[in-house]
């Protein structure tokens, strides 16, 4: 199926991509680097390089799939590409749908191999395999799918510059949106309802944050994972389709 | 001769581009090199503060167990192998407990005016650092520089006279 | 021609840093010595985004190397309460920054700057012993308000996993706070309200040391 082969081609493409090679080598010395600074810790080692090394592997998904997303779409339109590929009998949407599914994969192999390293450093520093970090990790490559759908669906509708700013806006807010709303509580009535509005109409990200509960050793309900997995997956339906019914309408020069 | 004439490459970098990234990252790592090591200085000089803080916890614990009446040298060092099983003998700023050169047998505590402190041990041939705290009966204040030899770890026990050191807690 | 507009750049940022630093040293003279800049809360809660444990963990690291740092280096405590506030909105069961804090600062002279950052910590997990323990310990060693350390002692010894230790310190606060009728009443329930034998002969004996007998 067509939409099978150009992702196969753009994950191939992703995995020759200098970012993701400088990501890879970036977060392999983020990761070594939290061992260097659990020595700055008067005794809390383990607690800095689990919260670093998850927060850096959190940090770098986000900004890859941002930044992979926002010249996914514009790289092939200046090289003239999309024209050849749209010439054959594949659809917009097979062809958008393609390239997410391509980058996704490549994101995922990314978060597969600074998991390991992750994982090898924890058995270096407590011996033991500790698997309650999977959850949160794999919650990781989950929300690096809905940056990536989110930066995509912006691409279809204005630059790769500012489809890059406009998707990290999102994710701050996305992430804050549960302090905006305290904030407004205390604000005037036309702050309060503006924190509202915003709390209620920007997906919130939080859903995926596990990571500061399991490094206190809190073991979270699979139900709570489970509902995490099913509204990221809702949310990438719905900004794929509004990326594809967007770039159905778009004009190609 | 056109074949062989190379084409005029964008990609490459100059000598002296090179050479100043060189420079440039050798100062960087340089910076970062003493500030880590500020930076580890630091931590270990709270990480010994806090153990004293748990030392002076361990005697009032011992106290408060006795009838107001405080641990001897050999009762305290029981106390603080139980309380700190994993670390009792680890110095905060790197390597195993002190030396028993210079080792200064301890006498009965009891008086009611005493203070902790924790430090690299300076008897002999071991410089030493100071951390301090003070017990519910007295103060006792010193600072001292940070030395660059770091060994050792010991508690010395000081009477609220500004005596002492008068124990040492350590060793093998 | 590549070596003009690099060169330019070079000398641009380096007047612009030379600058700054002597501007920064002149102004030197007026800051207090050791002074500790900490970012403004509001800022740090919508900026931590998701990665509010890792900030908190940053802003302790610094705290760490800024109080070892003073400790040997003229003891100049600034806004240590205004950090280790910050720390603990951030990442309210970071105990280790509870602890150290309200170490640093009860030894800088502002033992009830460390009763309220414990108090925080306790708002947030009022179960937790290890919070009035420590508040305990904090007015015993730096406050000398033995009354009021007895009673966060006695609220300790009431919570679940408190150890036997909290009673303990309950009874001598007491009784160096010249309590003793309260110190006496506070072992009798140690003793009545523990099937721990090793803790039974401790009530027993201090109040043995009191002249009382073991009640039935």
């Known amino acids: 199926m067509a939409l099978f082969a150009i992702a196969r081609v753009t994950f191939q493409e992703a995995l020759r991509d200098k970012l993701l090679h400088v990501a890879a080598v970036f977060g392999a010395l983020m990761i070594g680097f939290t061992l260097l600074l659990g020595g700055l810790s008067a005794g809390e080692d383990l607690k800095i390089i689990q919260d670093f090394g998850l927060g850096s592997i959190n940090a770098l998904m986000v900004l890859l799939a941002v930044f992979l997303g926002s010249r996914l779409l514009s790289r092939d339109l200046e090289q003239r590409i999309v024209y050849t590929l749209l010439s054959k009998p594949i659809s917009r949407g097979q062809f958008l749908a393609g390239k997410f599914l391509g980058c996704s994969l490549a994101l995922w192999a990314l978060l597969g191999l600074l998991s390991l390293l992750f994982f090898g450093l924890l058995a270096v520093v407590t011996q033991r395999f500790e698997p309650i970090f999977l959850g949160p990790l794999a919650l990781f490559g989950l929300e690096a799918m809905v940056m990536l759908s989110l930066t995509l669906m912006f691409t279809t509708m204005t630059s790769p510059m500012l489809s890059l700013l406009y998707s990290l806006g999102f994710y701050v807010v996305g992430h804050a949106s549960e302090i905006i709303k305290q904030f407004g509580e205390k604000a005037d009535a036309v702050g309060k309802a503006l924190s509202v509005v915003i709390y209620y109409a920007m997906p919130n990200l939080e859903t995926f944050n596990l990571k500061n509960q399991v490094v206190y050793g809190e073991t979270f309900a699979l139900g709570q994972w489970i509902w995490a997995c099913s509204y990221g997956l809702s949310l990438v339906t719905v900004l794929m389709l509004l990326a594809i019914l967007a770039f159905r309408s778009k004009e190609l020069q | ?172 | 021609m590549r070596l003009l507009p690099t060169a330019l750049a070079l000398l641009v940022a380096g007047s612009c840093t030379l600058g700054s630093l002597l501007r920064w040293e002149s102004e030197a003279a007026s800051r207090p010595p050791g002074l500790l800049s900490v970012p403004p809360q509001t800022a740090l809660q919508l900026g931590a985004t998701g990665f509010r444990n890792m900030l908190a963990d940053a802003l302790y690291l610094r705290f760490v190397a800024y109080w070892g740092h003073q400790l040997t280096h003229g003891r100049n405590f600034h806004n240590l309460y205004p950090l280790l506030s910050a720390i603990v909105e951030l990442d309210p069961r970071f105990l280790s920054a509870y602890q150290m804090g309200a170490l640093a600062l009860g030894d800088a002279g502002e033992p009830l700057k460390a009763v309220e950052l414990l108090e925080k910590g306790a708002a947030h997990q009022p179960e937790n012993w290890f919070f009035p323990y420590q508040t305990g310990m904090t007015l015993f060693f730096f406050h000398d308000d033995y009354l009021l350390a007895a009673k966060y002692f006695e609220r300790a010894a009431e919570l679940p996993g408190a150890p036997p230790e909290a009673g303990y310190f309950a009874a001598r606060m007491y009784e160096k706070g010249e309590r003793v009728e309260l110190s006496i009443a506070t072992w009798k329930a140690i003793y009545l309200g523990t099937d721990n034998p090793s803790v039974k002969e401790i009530a027993k004996r201090a109040l043995a040391n009191h002249g009382i007998d073991v009640p039935e």
Do not use: C
């Open chain 2, 1 to 172: 001769m056109s074949a062989n004439r190379l084409k005029h490459s964008q990609s490459g970098f100059t000598l002296i581009e090179v050479t100043l990234a060189i420079v440039i990252g050798v100062v960087v790592i340089a910076g970062a090199t003493v500030l880590y090591n500020q930076a580890k200085n630091g931590a270990a000089n709270s990480a010994a503060q806090s153990k004293v803080g748990a030392a002076a916890s361990v005697i009032e614990e011992f106290a408060a167990k006795n009838f107001g009446k405080y641990p001897d040298a050999t009762q305290f060092t029981n106390a603080w192998v139980r309380a700190r099983p994993d670390d009792h003998a680890n110095s905060p700023w790197g390597g195993p407990s002190g030396d028993t050169d210079g080792v200064i047998t301890g006498t009965a505590l009891g008086d009611q005016n005493t203070a902790i402190a924790a430090a690299d041990g300076n008897i002999g041939a071991i410089e030493y650092r100071v951390a301090t705290t003070r017990t519910a009966y007295s103060v006792f204040d010193m600072q001292t520089e940070s030395t660059k030899s770091v060994r050792n770890y010991g508690v010395w026990i000081y009477n609220g006279k500004g005596e002492g050191p008068n124990f040492v807690m350590g060793g093998k």
